[in-house]
């Protein structure tokens, strides 16, 4: 089976982050896959692909062009010989599913985030019959797609996109006399949420909430809201906050933190937060997407509140006023993870994808 994999772009994070470990899942279960990215854009996927084996196709085009983007797919999946096209996000699934239906092979669409704009969620669920399966990144957008989408249950696929590995770096806990390092790793994009942490810092600094261990915030990423969100910490008198830039590097970024935080608006799956509690840390997250359902427990970390800043600042207070209580937590979060979300489940489920569209592809 020859399976033309696309994507938007070779944006680094999001969906791309879990992609190799997808395509070797597939691979493994006897599949040919081959990626195909409609758009470049920053480009901080192409070395972790390439890191792991695979060379994607990237087109030369934008993000508007959409008429010559679904030329170029129908072309690279017809040359190619391809037996499936599977589509990630909004326009490759679009522009995928009528492609496999001017070649007549059966198309495969990820759905990834607990959110759709509204216009996006009106196209794909028109869409929704010209992808032969879903698949549903979390267990919450497994349920978001059945609703929104009208996608029947024997048509969906639920696999987290994570793979929990035992061998990752793990953090070393905090020792009495060191500054506490919390981050985090996202796009600065309103979606994260991160002008909602600094809303935090400042009411634990105006309600004198803050700890007296000394604590520093790393934001590990890159967005059009950096400047926005540099100026608000400025504004609101926030010194603990840095951003440091795109991290290629993260392991090595999450094994030099004592503590990590999501205070997303929207997520999926968010491989990030689970990466955290892979390299033993306790977590605070927001209720959204599938982080609830992993920091179920006290004991491994923190949920808070959609956008409510007092939430985030009493839960950061409570977790920073008692550091030595972090690497116990931690541990916790990193069993949790290493149970629920094993290598071997992993690849069961590419392996049950790949059974799925061969009896499809028989039947045809």
Not at 147 to 175: H, N, Y
Not at 196 to 202: F, G, P, S, T, V
Not at 234 to 245: A, D, H, P, S
Not at 329 to 347: C, I, K, N, P
Request: aromatic share 6%; charged share 20%; glycine share 8%.
């Amino acid at each position: 089976m020859r399976i033309a994999y696309v994507i938007n772009s070779m944006e680094g994070g999001g969906a791309q982050t879990s992609l190799p470990k997808i395509v070797c899942a597939l691979e493994k279960a006897g599949a040919h896959v081959r990626v195909l990215a409609l758009t470049r854009r920053n480009g901080l996927a192409i070395e972790r692909l390439r890191t792991n084996g695979i060379e994607a196709v990237v087109r030369d085009g934008g993000e508007k062009d959409h008429l010559t983007a679904y030329r170029w797919i129908h072309d690279q999946a017809r040359e190619w010989a391809a037996d499936v096209i599977w589509t990630s996000l909004t326009r490759s699934t679009l522009l995928g599913q009528i492609a496999g239906k001017t070649l007549g092979i059966p198309v495969v669409s990820w759905q990834h985030n607990a959110f759709l704009k509204p216009w996006n969620e009106r196209l794909l669920r028109w869409r929704a019959d010209a992808s032969h399966i879903w698949v549903a990144d979390s267990l919450q957008v497994a349920v978001l797609t059945k609703d929104r989408l009208g996608v029947a249950k024997e048509c969906l696929i639920t696999w987290p996109i994570f793979a929990a590995e035992p061998c990752a770096l793990k953090a070393r806990p905090w020792k009495p006399g060191e500054t506490l390092q919390v981050g985090s790793l996202g796009r600065l994009h309103p979606n994260k949420g991160y002008d909602i942490l600094i809303d935090a810092l400042a009411m634990m600094h105006a309600e004198r909430l803050t700890p007296s261990t000394p604590f520093r915030i790393v934001i590990g990423g890159t967005g059009a809201d950096e400047a926005a969100l540099r100026a608000r910490a400025l504004n609101k008198g926030v010194e603990r906050i840095y951003f440091t830039g795109f991290e290629n590097d993260t392991a090595g970024f999450l094994a030099n933190l004592h503590l990590y935080l999501q205070p997303s608006r929207r997520e999926g799956f968010c491989i990030a937060a689970h990466e955290a509690m892979q390299a033993g840390l306790p977590v605070i997250v927001s209720r959204t997407g599938e982080m609830p359902l992993t920091v179920d427990n006290p004991a491994i970390g923190r949920v808070v509140e959609v956008a409510d800043p007092k939430s985030l600042a009493t839960a950061l207070s409570q977790l920073l006023s008692a550091p030595q209580e972090l690497a116990g937590m931690g541990q916790a979060a990193r069993e949790r993870v290493l149970e629920r979300f094993s290598q071997t489940w992993f690849d069961s489920v590419g392996a049950t994808s790949v059974r799925r569209l061969e009896d499809l592809l028989s039947q045809r």
